[in-house]
């Protein structure tokens, strides 16, 4: 099966900013027991396997230890409700890495998958600021941080990240999440946004 896919990605976890498992390449614990984190992937363009998977998102939903390389962990999908169901079984082959692709790399540290979601996902935009909702189960604020000359601020050189290599941070508030069991809220916490383009 050949496959490709670009769009935005936006990332918010229960760690407070800046998430410590990302800048270590997973080196370092989360700032809390464990890491909830929620990975929204809105697909602007591609296809998989011929079928145009244009206009769908997608959000990975993980529970992790405190130290993520030790694996262990609870990953569930939500697939946004407008795509067909054709488009969702080939970005369910694409987003649980069935079918290469980075997310197949996670696949040594995954123990659990909790299962698979239909939901309306929306995300708004106001310059900086980006609000995500996932029907009754995520509800995210996040306003990306940006230098005095309006460009935005980054991480660089990640090994270890889905999204890619160059991550630009933001400030996650008025969060309100919970889906497949794993609960988080708070604001101040960590998230991050970005291109992606993938292709296997």
């Keep these: 099966m050949s496959w490709n ?16 498992c990302t800048w270590s390449n997973m ?13 929204l992937f809105e697909v602007e363009n591609g296809s ?3 079928v145009d998977v244009a206009g769908t998102a997608c959000v990975i939903i993980m529970q992790t230890p405190k130290q993520m390389l030790e694996g262990n962990f609870k990953v569930g999908l939500i697939i946004s409700d407008s795509a067909t169901d054709e488009q969702a079984e080939k970005l369910t082959a694409v987003f649980s890495g069935a079918v290469g692709g980075p997310i197949a790399s996670l696949a040594p540290l995954i123990a659990e998958n909790i299962g698979v979601e239909r939901l309306p996902i929306s995300v708004d935009h106001n310059g900086a600021q980006h609000h995500i909702v996932v029907g009754e189960a995520l509800d995210m604020g996040l306003t990306k941080e940006l230098t005095p000359d309006g460009d935005p601020v980054q991480l660089t050189n990640i090994v270890i990240h889905p999204a890619g290599p160059t991550l630009d941070v933001a400030i996650a508030d008025q969060v309100n999440n919970s889906i497949f069991g794993i609960d988080w809220s708070g604001d101040g916490l960590s998230a991050f946004s970005n291109p992606f383009s993938w292709a296997a």
Excluded at 7 to 20: K, Q, R
Excluded at 31 to 39: H, P
């Design 5 to 20: 896919i670009a769009g935005t990605y936006y990332e918010n976890c229960s760690c407070d900013a800046i998430c410590p």
């Design 48 to 50: 998989v396997d011929g």
């Design 27 to 39: 080196n370092q614990g989360a700032t809390n027991d464990d890491c909830r984190v929620a990975l």
